[in-house]
């Protein structure tokens, strides 16, 4: 019983993953499409119907195109840098609340800030053994923006760990039966989706590959293959920051189609938000996070224990 359970949650995985990893591939298409409107064009639209193959000929195009490695760098970070990163990327879904428990996570929110704290080190390691100053600057730079706002992030998770009284993500979905947490608490909605944007490295806080200073930043000496990992991390964690956006603050449902919808409405404001601002300067984003979202989150925290402590 106990072989036919771990094969199960073994065929289980690979299909999450190959789901997440199709998604991926039309989140681009789904960007580069919004992209275009926004801009006035239409993106995407020779490949097949519509450009609907157009994410699989990028794929194509980007792992058969030719490998190279800078000669002074150093080859073993390098290389498996980006493996690294799209594998923590992939294994942070584990904590997907599914409640036919494929893996069943008491501690998953744990497990998440654990995988997301794993993060920058790709990103720094990365940076430094292109050994190039421009990859190393942008990966510097992902360094002291992930210490500014990871800070905060985890205030907001703990809020919510005194709120639903456990660290399991399924418990969400018994305390947003008739009303959705986003209802109650919006501004620290509007905290949390902010720092999920500077989690994900996405504009207005891409300093770590800022292409207007530092030339694409940490994955700059990346190609083909590399470049492609590094790209596929990227868009598998802002999937699954938009799905834990959903599971926390609007309901938690994994098996009705108004979960997904409201997944990929998240993931389409990611996009929106790139097509809007611009880039924020890198000491505006040191005060964000240290004098406005730091306060806040610590006083929704205190809030939360104090309604917890008087329940008890």
Known sequence: MLVVELFMSIV??????????????FLTL???KVLGYIQVRK????????????????AIKLFTSEQTYPLLSNYISYYFSPVFSLFLSLLVWMCMPMFVKLYSFNLGLLFF??????????????GWSSNSNYALLGGLRAVAQTISYEVSLAIILLSFVFLVDG???????EYQVYLWFLVLMFPLALV??????????????????????LVSGFNIEY??????????AEYASILFMSMLFSVIFMGCNVYEINFYFKLLFISFLFIWVRGTLPRFRYDKLMYLAWKC????????????????????
């Open 30 to 32: 789904l960007e580069r």
């Open 293 to 312: 979202f730091l306060p806040f989150s610590l006083n929704y925290l205190l809030f939360f224990l104090s309604i917890s402590v008087l329940l008890i």
């Open 192 to 213: 949390w989706f902010t720092s999920c944007l500077a989690e994900t490295n996405r504009t207005p806080f891409d300093f770590a590959e800022g292409e207007s200073e």
């Open 43 to 58: 993106g995407p639209n020779k490949v097949g119907l519509l450009g609907i193959p157009q994410p699989f000929c990028d």
């Open 223 to 232: 190609s083909s293959g590399g470049f492609a990992l590094i790209f596929l």
């Open 167 to 173: 660290y399991n993500m399924s418990l969400f979905f």
């Open 12 to 25: 289980g995985g690979l299909v999450l993953m190959i789901c997440v990893l199709v998604g991926v591939a």
């Open 113 to 126: 800030l654990c995988c997301t704290s794993l993060g920058v080190y790709t990103v720094m390691v990365a």
